[in-house]
């Protein structure tokens, strides 16, 4: 491989996502931090891809001890680890092929693990039932599902439908698996709801560019935090039923709900209590991962997909693919199961366990609400509550004035390098040391720039100050020199006049 010309089209054809751009612009800043580059901050705190670890959360000492001693089966006997955690560890080690974390395991997963993610599942959904060999264990469940999906040579492309906004990273998948992706577009007046009607009109538009095979669900919501009501998932699935499309439901978040009005529910729950019609024809391919909320072990890189009512010869498929990465991380897949099945009253490590997941869901809940009043006293900009989920997603209202300039300019935006004018993301992002993948939407009446937040992770001493990047890309002007009035809205500033006195 010699130039760019003899790289494969379809890798070329991949489009970058924002969440890339910023975390090499963190590890720069940060290595510019190191060298003594004066900056107006002193660390960055780099949340792009959602992951608290890295932002300063701690690990759950029941999962990071029972990998331990699985790690290292010596500790066994070492009496300074709680009993329930050494009964664990040995019980996860009899589950591995030659009693070590170091072995392969089956494509889909260790059944152990596969079995106790069921029980969860039946659990979680108040009896319906679930069984081990409709559970699959992947580090990439949804890559696996859109190479399932994707037309074969010569046929119409494959479409699906996704919510806009969608994760950053499913547009870089669907371009991967050359999966044409059909936008439909969430209600942020109704707390970035799912809107029937558009359902309707983007699978209507969609037929004759490409073919609509599925539609994906995000719920809780990444990155709006919106939770469905049943009677919208009653909507959704009856749709589906309708237009012969497979339910892709991303359910990662389910253990974040941060609302008090509006509780979770699964898409199988409300599938099997709908009654035949749809409980038996519906396809439906549900996941859940270590990325969620109050565990969050991102880096052991393990999740699971429950498959329901899909073609046992195409469920084949499912695991002659995962075979192409042999086996997922067999710590993670431990992990799922310590996640799934977690110390019960009466154990050693339940007190523990409570505290420490107390707390996480303490931080996420307080940090959502407290960024949710910051972000909405700030001129300029608006943003809905989360019910669920890490993140918030504020709208900005560019001035008349910067309309203006960018018809005048003929500005090309982009929404992760090019934002107004001779500004860069960049340059944005700097002003604090704190950014996500932000996304840049025209409306009629001019640009709103959206900015995903993700300080819902980050410990509470951190978020002295999270506001300031809103308060540069509001004034577009920088932090070091920061004016009592907004010129672009005559409006006083209290943050701007307590920085500059």
């Known amino acids: 491989m010699t130039s760019l010309q003899h790289v494969n089209p379809r890798a070329r054809g991949i489009r970058v996502s924002p969440q890339s751009f910023l975390q090499s612009l963190a590890e720069h800043i940060t290595q510019e931090i190191t060298q003594k580059v004066h900056k107006p901050f002193k660390e960055v705190i780099d949340v792009s891809s959602g992951d608290p670890h890295r932002a300063g959360m701690k690990p759950v000492s029941f999962v990071r001890q029972v990998l331990a001693v699985c790690l290292y089966p010596e500790l066994l006997t070492d009496q300074s680890f709680p009993l329930d955690v050494r009964l664990r560890a040995q019980r996860l080690l009899e589950a591995c092929d030659g009693g070590s974390v170091g072995s392969y395991t089956a494509s889909s997963g260790l059944l152990h693990v596969r079995q106790s993610i069921a029980e969860f599942i039946t659990k979680r959904d108040a009896g319906v039932p679930s069984c081990a060999k409709n559970v699959f264990i992947s580090s990439g469940s ?66 004759g560019r490409c073919q609509p095979r599925a539609i994906y669900i995000s719920n809780p919501g990444n990155p709006t935090g919106h939770v469905q009501t049943r009677e919208s998932i009653e909507e959704v699935i009856r749709f589906a039923a309708a237009e012969g499309l497979l339910l892709f439901v991303d359910e990662v978040y389910q253990d974040s709900m941060i609302g008090l009005d509006r509780e979770f529910i699964s898409y199988k729950r409300v599938l099997f209590e709908m009654g035949k019609e749809y409980a038996e024809t519906v396809e439906l391919v549900s996941s859940h991962s270590l990325s969620c909320a109050c565990i969050a072990e991102c880096g052991q890189r393990a999740g699971y997909m429950e498959i329901v009512n899909m073609d046992p010869e195409v469920m084949h498929f499912v ?128 640009y709103t720039l959206r900015q995903t937040i993700t300080l819902t992770f980050t410990p509470t001493d951190n978020l002295e100050s999270p506001v300031n990047i809103s308060m540069f890309l509001d004034c577009g002007r920088k932090l070091e020199n920061p004016e009592k009035t907004h010129t672009c809205t005559g409006r006083t500033c209290k943050l701007h006049a307590e920085r500059s006195t």
């Open 319 to 446: 695991d002659t693919m995962l075979c192409t990465d042999i086996s997922t991380p067999v710590t993670g897949q431990l992990a799922l199961d310590l996640m799934l099945n977690p110390p019960k009253p009466g154990d050693p490590s339940y007190d523990t366990y409570t505290q420490e997941t107390l707390l996480t869901w303490t931080t996420l809940s307080q940090n959502a609400q407290r960024a949710l009043e910051l972000l909405s006293d700030l001129p300029g900009i608006s943003c809905q509550p989360a019910m669920g989920g890490i993140y918030l997603y504020p709208r900005l209202h560019l001035p008349s004035e910067f309309t203006q300039l960018l018809v005048l300019q003929k500005v090309s935006i982009h929404p992760s390098i090019r934002v107004m004018g001779g500004w860069s993301l960049s340059q944005l992002t700097e002003g604090e040391g704190r950014g996500h993948p932000g996304q840049i939407t025209s409306l009629s009446q001019g």
């Open 142 to 207: 949804q890559k696996i599902i859109v190479r399932l999906l994707a037309s074969g040579e010569g046929e119409i492309q494959t479409g699906v439908l996704t919510p806009m906004p969608c994760p950053h990273t499913l547009p870089t998948l669907l371009d991967e698996g050359e999966v044409a992706l059909v936008p439909y577009r969430l209600v942020e007046e109704q707390g970035w709801a799912i809107d029937l009607d558009e359902l309707h009109r983007a699978v209507t538009t969609a037929r």
